[in-house]
Structures are given as C-alpha cells and as structure tokens.
C-alpha cells in the first residue's frame, strides 16, 4: 500500500526564519512526488515535483524540497519565511497512474 | 485562460436532496478528478475520468456519480444527500496521467454543508 505521512499537523514560524515541512512516503517502487500548497478559501497551487534526476528539486515561491530514498523523505524548505507563505501545504504521491495519495496536509502559521 | 472553474462557491442542501456540483476546464486536458477535503483528512478521490465517455471510481466514490459527455465539463452529482457528504470538493485536470509526470490543476472548490 502506498501512502503518505506528514507528521507535524501545524507549524508556527516567525517570519524571516526559516522552514522546513516534512513527508514521508511509503511506496515500493520509484515515487512521484509533489508539494502543493493551499491559501485560505483557494484551491491547491503545485509548488514542485520530483520525477527522477536531481534529488533537490526548486520550485516556485522560493520553496526546494529534497528527495532522500534512504529515508523515504521529500521535505520542503525554504530559507525566509514571507507572512505570504501562511497555508496549507500538501505533500502528495503518484505512482505512475492516474491518481494522487495526499497526505493530511501542514498547516502554517507565520508571526510577525 | 480561466484554467478550472467551479460553480456553486457554497452551498447549503437539505439531508435527501440531491445536486449538481459544476467543473469546466478551458486547458483542453484529458484527466479530470473530483476529490473531497475533510479537515486533517488531505484529499480523497471520489472518481476520475480519462477522457470523454470515460469515467471511473477513485477511493470514496459511494452517494455520487459523475459524467463526461465533453472533454470540458465533469459534473459531479450527489443524489440523497447526508451529513457526512459535508465537505470542500475540488475538481482538477492535467493533461496526461496526473499520478505520474503531468501536474493536475485545481480548482477554487465548493464548499457544501449538508443539513
């Protein structure tokens, strides 16, 4: 069975600081794997995605994530925080058919 | 391009009726998706569609049918509706197998209450 994990429900960062939101995956073969994000009232925007290749992926907005087999991650970073970035962030897998597995999402809040 | 768009916004039903859940695509993609939102659930998909006259059931697809008479239009029907239709729905499409290489684009969603 395929599925994904992010583990930390809600994150609070200051803005300027730096974050980091996690996901793991379980999956048996290669993963295809998204970040997309959500604004309030909006609908999901993809911020990246990882097929193959370069293990550090560069998105829109600033956002990176990196894709670490050994540790079935696809965290997603970004540097500064801008009070913008407040949202709902999805991490979602694909397994080379139609279909996405999202996780519960992270929901973040940024302080002044 | 208005990318997808989705009609109601909101919505309030009453337990046992039924209605119509509006998506349009002006990209001129293949795939279209329906998926649910539950708070701290991520999104689930209800049925899916490959292409027109094409349709088929994703995970939660029980009290709703779906329909692609165009390669534009994917409604989504709730008939009988129940409380724990109470959801945002999403519709979304790529234009190839959105599981894999193809980005699936989403739409505004409605948000419906079933009371």
């Known amino acids: 069975a395929q599925s994904v994990t992010q583990p930390d429900i809600h994150i609070t960062v200051s803005e300027g600081a730096s974050l980091e939101l996690r996901c793991n995956y379980s999956y048996g073969a290669t993963p295809y794997l998204f970040w997309y994000v959500q604004s309030p009232g909006q609908g999901l925007q993809l911020l990246l995605k990882?097929?193959?290749?370069?293990?550090l992926v560069q998105g829109i907005k600033g956002f990176e994530a990196e894709f670490k087999r050994s540790q079935s991650s696809f965290n997603l970073r970004k540097p500064s925080v801008h009070w913008s970035d407040a949202a709902e962030y999805f991490c979602?897998?694909?397994?080379?058919?139609?279909?996405?597995?999202f996780g519960a999402g992270t929901t973040v809040t940024v302080r002044a | 391009n208005a990318g997808v768009t989705q009609t109601p916004k909101f919505h309030i039903l009453k337990i046992g009726q039924s209605m119509t859940l509006q998506c349009t695509q002006d990209m001129n993609h293949n795939y279209m998706y329906w998926y649910r939102q539950d708070p701290g659930m991520g999104l689930k998909l209800i049925y899916y569609?490959?292409?027109?006259?094409?349709?088929d059931k994703g995970e939660v697809p029980n009290g709703y049918n779906v329909s692609r008479s165009t390669t534009e239009d994917f409604p989504l029907r709730l008939e009988l509706a129940a409380p724990s239709q109470t959801s945002v729905y999403f519709c979304?499409?790529?234009?190839?197998?959105?599981?894999?290489?193809?980005?699936?684009?989403f739409g505004p969603g409605t948000r419906l209450t079933v009371l």
């Open positions: 979602a897998l694909g397994k080379g058919d139609y279909k996405l597995s």
């Open positions: 569609s490959v292409g027109a006259g094409i349709t």
């Open positions: 990882y097929f193959s290749g370069d293990t």
């Open positions: 979304a499409s790529s234009l190839l197998s959105g599981g894999a290489t193809d980005t699936q684009y």
